[in-house]
């Protein structure tokens, strides 16, 4: 077996490539800001013990932690075009569709990994040492003013390990955004593998990618675990 | 067992009615005729057949594939995590780097890699093996699971106190001697719930072998959209995320009492 990557040296399949890069990146940071959006709100309703969002909330992180991202992508897919959701295009004047496969990917994305944080950030929120939370009671923080200054800001860096993997997942989870037509870099893979079937070539390379820029996230939450780093925890 | 009974019974209830919310906010009027379409397609993506006579397709598809990644992944997973914890660093980095390279790959590129670095079939001592789609669909699942079992096992081993590493070499035992009868018997408790969870992964995970042509759940949910039309679409996705929830919760559960039961014996 020989491998052949002289495709990559044709300048439309590097831009395709480098487009995909780019597109898969800007998905997994929409993504990432809806999982903390929705793991920090959901972590505050369970730790906060709100009476009447308690149960929802267990609900909503169960479904969505128990259930394929992919079926979730599907789902919201054609639920939402099948509501019909769409913006009137003040340029054109056009209808156009709210929801995108790109905006489902992020969706699904941040649901899914976002059920999971919020798993992560209550456990590091129970982290948080009793005497520290007593000690701001009784300086007169109020519940809330003692969960915001806090309870949240050790709590999430107590959450940073278990976090950096939830991280890495949502990475990798957003190749499945070709599948709903998005322009992701396996979406780029498939057109370069349509039109030189160099298929073995074209996954190991994209393989290789998706290794390097999730290895480069581990290290930029490494480089952020450090520099919160609380003196006395950890190593 | 009181709270994860409770757990249950709520997430049960409440996601059965949070699904068959969203079927009526959908439908409206029309959630009857759905209801019925769905019964009569209910069988096929169960057991890719039309009247159960076999199991080859469909949801029970998927918890085969499942049930081999995970035996694969755990033979593996266990060679690999014996590998990690070696004394040699020759055997050590090698064994580390191939582990974070499986579990930082994303699952779908490696079904789509195994789909094109497999043959169609391979002649071994004169008999032909063909590898249909379901065994690549198992073999390109079994890789990135085998990193998280490697990593569960290291972390069970790890748990262990190092005491009765060395009590077990004063009387005498061999390295993969103490692992085998000293170490992993009492690993396996810490262990075990973190299994589960990996075995939740995988299952989760074999949504995706859509793409190797297999006959799981979802290839069926497409082939029924694509025979009775795209309005059906939203609640044949809707019962297949039900399906699976029904599955992997019991064992979340299950999961979060053992557990339980293991931080309180320690």
Known sequence: MTLDFSWLLDPLYQTWLLRGIGTTILLSLLGMVLMFAIGIAGAACLHLKLRFLQSPVTIFVELFRNTPPLVQLFFLYFMLSEIGLTLTDPVTGGRIPLFTGFTCVVLSLGLYNGAIAVEIIRSGLLAVPAQTVEGARSLGYSRLQTFRYVELPIGLRMSIPPMTSNIVSLIKTSSQAVLVAVADIMYGATQIMLETFRNLEVMLLIWVIYLVIASLAVLVVRRIAALFRIPGYGS | ?266
């Open chain 2, 1 to 266: 067992m009181n709270a994860e009974l409770k757990l249950f019974a709520l997430g049960t209830a409440g996601v059965t009615l949070v699904l068959a919310a969203l079927l009526v906010i959908v439908y409206g009027a029309e959630t009857g005729p759905v209801l019925q379409a769905l019964a009569a397609r209910t069988p096929l993506l169960l057991s890719g057949s039309p009247d159960f006579s076999r199991f080859e397709g469909g949801f029970a598809a998927n918890i085969v594939i499942s049930i081999w990644a995970m035996a694969i992944a755990a033979v593996a997973g266990t060679a690999l995590g014996v590998g990690m914890i070696s004394q040699s660093s020759l055997v050590r980095t090698p064994s580390f780097l191939l582990m974070n390279v499986l579990r930082n790959s994303p699952w779908l590129v490696v079904l789509y890699a195994m789909l094109y670095l497999l043959p169609f079939e391979i002649a071994l001592f004169g008999t032909v093996f063909s590898f249909s789609p379901m065994i690549k669909a198992v073999i390109g699942l079994a890789l990135p699971v085998t990193a998280n079992v490697a990593e569960v096992f290291r972390g069970g081993v790890e748990a262990v106190p190092t005491g009765q590493w060395e009590s077990a070499r004063s009387l005498g035992y061999r390295r993969l001697q103490i692992l085998h009868r000293v170490v992993v018997p009492q690993a396996i408790q810490f262990m075990t719930p973190n299994l589960m969870t990996t075995y939740a992964m995988l299952f989760i995970g074999t949504s995706l072998v859509v793409v190797t042509g297999a006959d799981d759940v979802l290839s069926v949910a497409r082939t029924v959209i694509a025979s009775d039309g795209a309005q059906y679409a939203t609640a044949i996705y809707l019962y297949v995320l039900f399906l699976f929830f029904i599955f992997c919760f019991p064992i979340a559960i299950l999961t979060r009492w053992l557990e339980q039961r293991v931080r309180v014996r320690q």
